[in-house]
């Protein structure tokens, strides 16, 4: 059994990492070519360590910002003094609940909207995102990890994209779930990624049929931000 008892430390994003990651998009392809050319430029030891800035929010160190900035100036338009690029970005981010949310599903204990907000997400790409539930269970390993954050899109017309993971609230459940397609057209199935635990010979995390009709909360699953060991 699952135990959604113990909480995972999340990791918070840095406003220098924001600040990086949206200067990092600007410049690719014109100031350097390829994250090994740009890890050489500034001081990292290798093209790696660029990677987990950009693509797992790992914070950096802000004289490596520093460098980064000096290096680059002219093509950031900054001037020889002080002054600092404007870099829009959204101050506020999308609430985040920690509520009970499991990949296998467990019973709903308070609603989303009784809730106070425990911090705020931001970073880009989740712009237009409503709000971030933490994942715990393993039923939908690899894809998504007991622990971490994902930032949501509430689907109000119930369009479902076949093959997408989402956020449901079902019956007496809320869960993540990927939904397939089913031979019933008011039906879809819910399947789960793992398919590799087992008990007494059978799946651990079977897929199951839910009527569309009964789903009281869809929400697109927009992005994962995941939890750090360190």
């Known amino acids: 059994m699952e135990d959604p008892s113990k909480p995972n430390k999340i990791k918070t994003v840095r406003p220098e990492t ?6 990092y998009n600007q410049l690719r392809g014109r100031a350097f070519n390829n994250n090994t050319e740009l890890a050489e ?3 990292f030891n290798s093209a790696s360590s660029i990677t987990e800035i950009i693509k797992s929010r790992q914070n950096i160190d802000p004289e490596k910002l520093k460098i980064f900035k000096e290096k680059f100036g002219e093509q950031l338009g900054i001037r020889k003094t ?4 404007v870099v829009q970005r959204s101050e506020e981010g999308i609430p985040m609940y920690d509520i009970i949310a499991t990949a296998s599903g467990v019973e709903v204990y308070n609603d989303i ?3 106070l907000p425990v911090g705020r997400m931001n970073f880009p ?3 237009e995102c409503d709000f971030a539930l933490p994942v715990w269970g393993h039923s939908m390993y690899p894809y998504l990890e007991n622990g971490c954050w994902v930032a949501l899109k509430i689907i109000n017309d119930k369009k479902i994209l076949p093959g997408e993971v989402y956020y449901i609230e079902w019956g007496d459940y809320r869960m993540y779930k990927r939904l397939l397609a089913s031979d019933n057209p008011e039906e879809v199935i819910a399947h789960s990624d793992n398919v590799t635990e087992m008990v007494g010979g059978r799946l651990k995390y079977a897929p199951f049929p839910i009527r569309i009709d009964e789903i009281k909360k869809l929400c697109l ?3 994962i931000h995941k939890k750090h060991n360190h």
């Open 18 to 23: 924001l600040e990086f990651i949206i200067l």
């Open 41 to 43: 430029a500034i001081g």
């Open 82 to 85: 002080s002054e600092k690029p």
């Open 113 to 115: 909207n009784d809730s």
């Open 125 to 127: 790409g989740i712009e």
């Open 221 to 223: 699953v927009k992005d």
